[in-house]
DNA sequence: AATGAATGAGTATTCATTCAT
DNA sequence: CATGAATGAATACTCATTCAT
């Protein structure tokens, strides 16, 4: 298998560095197996071609990314913990790699749509635990009944992600980590007053 | 002023057009002018570069876009009104032009950096649309006092993004319009049932 | 009409001085546009890609060729003087342009299948020169009725080829036109002596 | 000796496989090495470099070929039957293997000039035969006194090897052995009728 | 103002060959 | 003897931009 190989994760770690570093369109295949220390050509036995680095490298990272939220959310009782578990989780996670976060909030959107087809395939398995925490919220009675499980969805997906990218954009100046208690509060109870 | 001659629009509607049939990366300079009946280097008359085609194109129908959510909104009573009729306005408007649609919600999220933060910065006029109907809302007691401005924004821009984009990439199958009072609800009152 | 224009032709006369001096594949599009005194893009203006230039060049320069000995052979009166022309206009084409002898006898021989599907195609009208002296001949009661036509043609173009293959592989150091009667006369006569 | 030891033909045969099936450009050292049965660097044991797997397989298919022309002819008592008997061993050996007919008449001459000239020191020996046979016919007073032995030589080999390379063309889909007999009568006796 | 022919910088990928095991 | 992982040189083609007319 050669996702085991050393050569495989060090390509793949180049091509973060290297990405967070120079952005997409400036990052050439030469310079991502410099980075690694490997010759050009060892690139390509280990990968097919540039775009399956990319797509190895968010499906390596998302993969570990969503294990570790996935385990860290089942350790908690109630929907609303896990939610909250689930947004702290994003957060730490991203706030702990300055490189990926940027790979993959901002370099990795300028991808062609086949790309971005292949990287929703992954973030798939993300929206299934989301959908997961929301059901178990409705049967606790936490949530209300009548959601609709897309708009759901999308809402916490969507708010999360524009915290990030905002977090991002501004180089990551504040500690996003202090914002998953306001951010779960707004998805659990909206803008409106307790008294609304 | 060049933004007034014929030509101007008619460069932007045909990149609008060719974006959306082609995609970003097969949307040459070239392509652009045939559509638009003029020489390729006749676009360098009324843009400095391809960059400036694609922000003067977002700055442009933004422009609109925001005018005509800012219109419809102030003729709204309270503030919980108003955001419906931002979330209704912003989906009509991408509802009715599926080209625009599709350049922004996919074809313009592959451009760089540098592009993207020029169009965050026409994207700060929605925004502040957005903080002044949550104060609004803040000073009426619909909303909470202690609402993080910056997140809010975040969370109601996120999921209106993310709703729309879910749509675009489902190929515009649904009426999203459809939508816009239960996106309103999630964002007003959260997940939580009413006696949380 | 491009093939009229003056860049087409230097571009192929500069293919033809690249490729004889340098080899087949020696001979970078750059370095044929460096001869020809124009930009690497513009040989795009003006063929589809490499081996465009050289079916172009195959077929410009053939087509010369083939015209010329049109046009002599028909001046004359009998089959057998017909032949002789031939075979001596072949000879001192390939003799007066050096560099198109060595293109056309090796370097283009180098090409893949495709290409050479290409050449065969425009040898066609050669091949069909060849084919209508023969049955004058047959006609004119010169030569015998029940010649297999492939073969004679086959006879006549093989031996000429490799004539002047061989010619060429000894770097011109003979005169070929000198050997055309000898040529004719095995052509037409064979090997047998007049009592045979 | 190298040459004895099984893996050396195994690679030869391989090689002349890969190439008929994939053509020249596509026929890789290590899909030769893969059809042989042996690692990649194995075959550098055996040969200096790519080129040399193509003239040893050249040398060695081709010395058969001509050991076999040799013996056949020598059986034969005049010049005459001497040269139709090597037009029909030519024609029969290539009609018998048509993986080899493929590599020597099509792929083979896709080959540089540097392995063309080492190609035509092997074929030198073949040319020496057909050369012996003509001095023979000479001497029995079968053919003509004054014949230029080049010409000679050039006309018998560029006819059989046109003859060839067109039945190779045509996906060798007639019997080329049938035209042994009417080669061979327009090699003796030409184009002209007997009463010429 | 308008044209469009010409420019030329920039890059993913292949594959013959090597050499440590 | 044999292996096969690793190497790295080499090259056609695109397209944003210019500028003479």
Same mark, same amino acid.
């Given at each position: 298998?050669?996702?085991?190989?050393?050569?495989?994760?060090?390509?793949?770690?180049?091509?973060?560095? !290297?990405? #967070?570093?120079?952005?997409? =369109?400036?990052?050439?295949? /030469?310079?991502? #197996?410099?980075?690694?220390?490997?010759?050009?050509?060892?690139?390509?036995?280990?990968?097919?071609?540039?775009? *399956?680095?990319? !797509? /190895?490298?968010?499906?390596?990272?998302?993969?570990?990314?969503?294990?570790?939220?996935?385990?860290? %959310?089942?350790?908690?009782? %109630?929907?609303?913990?896990?939610?909250?578990?689930?947004?702290? %989780? =994003?957060?730490?996670?991203?706030? #702990?790699?300055?490189?990926?976060?940027?790979? %993959?909030?901002?370099?990795?959107?300028? /991808?062609?749509?086949?790309?971005?087809?292949?990287?929703?395939?992954?973030?798939?398995?993300?929206?299934?635990?989301?959908?997961?925490?929301?059901?178990?919220? @409705?049967?606790? $009675?936490?949530?209300?009944?009548?959601?609709?499980?897309?708009? !759901?969805?999308?809402?916490?997906?969507?708010?999360?992600?524009?915290? !990030?990218?905002?977090?991002?954009? $501004? *180089?990551?100046?504040?500690?996003? @980590?202090?914002?998953? $208690?306001?951010? =779960? /509060?707004?998805? @659990?109870?909206?803008?409106?007053?307790? =008294?609304?």
């Amino acid at each position: 298998m050669k996702k085991n190989k050393p050569k495989y994760k060090q390509i793949i770690d180049a091509a973060v560095q !290297v990405i #967070a570093e120079n952005g997409y =369109h400036a990052s050439q295949v /030469s310079k991502i #197996a410099k980075k690694a220390g490997v010759a050009d050509g060892t690139i390509y036995l280990y990968f097919k071609n540039k775009e *399956d680095i990319l !797509v /190895s490298l968010f499906q390596e990272k998302m993969g570990q990314f969503i294990d570790k939220i996935e385990h860290e %959310t089942t350790s908690r009782q %109630t929907a609303e913990e896990k939610l909250l578990t689930l947004i702290e %989780t =994003h957060f730490e996670q991203l706030a #702990a790699d300055h490189h990926l976060a940027i790979v %993959t909030q901002l370099e990795l959107r300028q /991808s062609n749509k086949d790309l971005r087809q292949k990287i929703n395939h992954v973030l798939k398995g993300y929206l299934d635990i989301i959908d997961q925490i929301v059901d178990e919220g @409705v049967e606790e $009675k936490l949530f209300r009944e009548n959601l609709d499980r897309r708009l !759901v969805r999308q809402m916490i997906f969507g708010t999360m992600d524009e915290t !990030v990218t905002n977090w991002v954009m $501004k *180089d990551q100046r504040y500690n996003i @980590v202090d914002q998953a $208690k306001e951010v =779960h /509060s707004l998805i @659990v109870h909206g803008l409106a007053g307790p =008294h609304q």
